[in-house]
């Protein structure tokens, strides 16, 4: 028992932006990881596919990454995302999309018209990603709510199931709050109780499908901090002020780091577990670089770069037997809750947004479009490791249904005839009774 719950209370002031969203996507298999564990054969086409899927769905999420940063640049505040949960969300989308709407979507995610390698793809990466041992447990889970009253096409259904192994679950969105809650029961559950969802039955009011992609991550640090050096100090911001005071953890051993010059940054590496397979990447940029400068410069530089940095690095260490490191690392909590609608259509995905223009026929005879995309997280790092949850909502509403008129309140009425514009009467309800 390693972990014990609440032991982490400690919210860290500051931006520590970069530690948090680095271990997302470390979590993120390597094109070589993914290789080995996808049984498709060691001839060189399906590795070519498999690269690059995952190539995509690197850039889309180091895209997504610093266009939310970029959002709240003026705000300065903890942020963490799951680039992950957002991805395979997508993918579901995609799969249920035709015409510009799946044009688009195929753009942004960096997909080609190849299905059967995307799928394929999918399963290899959500494969590599799950594992359970004594230090580390990675889960994921996609699941649609559907309305019990309006089925959906067979074909997707089939395609959810079977190719992306996600839950299909029957319920009835005309009882909003039992759907909430039982939405809500189902978040809990996924996330081991980490998030709570901020959205409310209204939210579903006009929801008739709703799609979920959550990860849960627990690492432990392959070399714990011994909680008896960790102490009080100060946290400063990009301009050298004083903004909070943090339980600083320390320790010396042998960690990876690398400098990026294009980022003026660099990057210390803090592995999870015994496997060697997740790890915290922090990046800190030079004293006088803003964290947000380097975070933009990052899409370009890109995660296979920063590996062959550190393995360079790694092999001259252990030559010349010089390894050791100082880390300091506050302990720190971040909890997330945005709305993705903005983000993603400045990533030009724009038409699945809007009732007029949102083509999911394969998913149901309805006229469905995504009316809200919520992204919910958190994270918890201390002495002996992390503990984080994601989830990214799509709620999808349906186009054709009417406003909704609840005349539940005061209102007012008039009764005219319209070829003459007579008023013939007008009144006000504040009360109503009825009495024959
Ligand atoms: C959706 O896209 C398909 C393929 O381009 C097209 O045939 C169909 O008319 C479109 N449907 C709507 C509702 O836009
Ligand atoms: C991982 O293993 C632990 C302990 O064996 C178990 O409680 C947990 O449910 C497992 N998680 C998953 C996702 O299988
Ligand atoms: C932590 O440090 C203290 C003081 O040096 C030492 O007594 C203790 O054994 C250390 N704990 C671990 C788990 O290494």
């Not at 079977?162 to 809650?181: G, H, M, R, S, V």
């Not at 990860?215 to 009080?232: A, D, H, M």
């Not at 990009?238 to 953890?249: A, L």
């Not at 790694?314 to 909590?333: G, M, S």
Request: proline fraction near 5%; aromatic fraction near 10%; hydrophobic fraction near 40%.
């Amino acid at each position: 028992m390693w972990w014990k719950q609440g032991l982490v209370l400690l919210a860290c002031i500051t931006t520590v932006v970069i530690a948090q969203g680095s271990a997302t996507w470390q979590s993120r298999p390597l094109p070589a990881a993914l290789a080995s564990s996808t049984g498709v054969g060691q001839s060189q086409a399906p590795l070519d596919f498999l690269k690059t899927i995952s190539k995509g769905a690197e850039d889309f999420s180091l895209e997504l990454f610093s266009t939310v940063c970029q959002e709240v640049a003026g705000i300065k505040k903890n942020l963490m995302i799951s680039p992950f949960t957002v991805w395979a969300l997508l993918l579901l989308v995609t799969e249920g999309s035709s015409g510009e709407t799946l044009n688009e979507l195929q753009r942004t995610l960096r997909l080609t018209n190849d299905n059967l390698a995307l799928r394929q793809g999918y399963r290899a990466i959500e494969k590599t990603l799950r594992v359970n041992t004594s230090t580390i447990e990675v889960s994921t889970m996609q699941t649609i709510f559907y309305d019990l009253n309006r089925p959906l096409k067979r074909d997707f259904e089939e395609v959810i199931e079977q190719q992306y192994q996600a839950n299909l679950k029957p319920i009835n969105f005309f009882d909003q709050a039992k759907a909430q809650e039982e939405i809500t029961k189902y978040i809990e559950q996924a996330t081991r109780g980490l998030i709570k969802p901020s959205f409310s039955s209204k939210d579903l009011e006009d929801g008739q499908m709703v799609m979920i992609s959550s990860i849960f991550f627990k690492g432990q640090w392959k070399l714990p901090f011994n909680t008896s050096f960790t102490k009080e100090e100060p946290f400063y911001d990009d301009d050298g002020n004083v903004v909070s005071q943090v339980q600083m953890m320390t320790q010396t051993a042998p960690f990876n780091y690398a400098p990026i010059v294009e980022m003026q940054s660099h990057i210390l590496e803090l592995p999870y577990g015994k496997e060697d397979r997740l790890s915290m990447l922090i990046i800190v940029p030079k004293k006088g670089v803003r964290l947000n400068d380097a975070i933009q410069k990052l899409r370009n530089v890109g995660l296979e770069r920063i590996f062959n940095e550190l393995r360079d690095k790694e092999i001259i260490n252990t030559k010349y037997d010089a390894d050791e490191v100082e880390v300091f690392l506050p302990k720190f909590t971040t909890t997330t809750s945005i709305n993705l609608n903005s983000v993603l259509e400045k990533m030009g995905i724009q038409d699945v947004f809007q009732p007029n223009y949102a083509n999911l026929t394969k998913i149901s005879d309805q006229p469905l479009y995504l009316s809200r995309v919520i992204h919910q997280t958190k994270i918890e790092v201390s002495e002996e490791g992390t503990v984080a949850a994601a989830i990214t909502v799509g709620i999808f509403a349906n186009k054709a249904s009417p406003p909704r008129f609840y005349l539940n309140r005061p209102f007012a009425y008039l009764i005219v005839e319209k070829t003459t514009r007579s008023l013939l009467f007008c009144g006000q309800v504040t009360k109503p009774v009825f009495i024959k």
